[in-house]
């Protein structure tokens, strides 16, 4: 399997890390560093997480890393990582 960043989800990264780094530099970095290494586990494990139906045909998951949702789409040998936000932003 190959993993792959969509704009979409590098500019929510980028956001996420702009909110909490006037907050707390080191809480920042770390919540960052934890979401840019939590999608390794689906290069084994590609359909670990929870499949979303309203995205039929499409084969579209989402995880949970600590409050943080993550979204994304496998297709063929390819896991595309499409979104990710908080579980408190209103999605």
Known sequence: MELKWTGKALSDLA????????LNKQAAAATVQSLT???A???????????????????????????????YEIQHSTIYLLRLWHTREDR
């Open 41 to 71: 586990k689906l290069m084994v494990q590609p359909r670990l997480g929870e499949r979303l139906e309203e995205f039929d045909p499409r084969e579209v998951r989402r995880i949970l890393v600590g409050h943080y949702e993550m979204r």
């Open 15 to 22: 956001r996420l890390h702009e909110f909490l780094s006037p």
């Open 37 to 39: 290494a939590a999608p």
